[in-house]
Nanobody, 122 residues
Framework: QLQFVESGGGLVQPGGSLTLSCTAS????????IGWFRQAPGKERDGITY????????YYADVVKGRFTISRDIAKNTVYLQMNSLNADDTGLYSC???????????????WGRGTQVVVSS
């Protein structure tokens, strides 16, 4: 399985933007779907978006649709999450994970990285 290192988190004001990176190590990055998850303080971890192994299919949860953009750079073994129009509800620990399922559900993702913290506050 892949191993991940997330980066790019930090403190941002409401309405601001932030870009996260998820860099994978291990064999066969191009064979995995990659998803981004977040866990707000005191809440369970939720999937928010994923991109297919080919990069041709992307899913966004409604809470981030239109504000977040996921992309992947196969050559760099990296998946990005561009976050715009951030609000306080976007605060949380953001982590990435992988899946080989043909039509993955959130439960099909595993091998999470340690995550990067995002705090949206004025």
């Amino acid at each position: 399985q892949l191993q991940f290192v997330e980066s790019g988190g930090g403190l941002v004001q409401p309405g601001g933007s932030l870009t996260l990176s998820c860099t994978a190590s291990g064999y066969g990055f191009h064979n995995y779907h990659i998803g981004w998850f977040r866990q707000a303080p005191g809440k369970e971890r939720d999937g928010i978006t994923y991109i297919s192994s080919s990069g041709e299919f992307i899913y966004y949860a409604d809470v981030v649709k239109g504000r977040f953009t996921i992309s992947r750079d196969i050559a760099k073994n990296t998946v990005y999450l561009q976050m715009n129009s951030l609000n306080a509800d976007d605060t949380g620990l953001y982590s990435c994970a992988s899946s080989t399922a043909r039509f993955p559900a959130w439960v099909d993702f595993d091998s999470w990285g340690r995550g990067t913290q995002v705090v949206v506050s004025s």
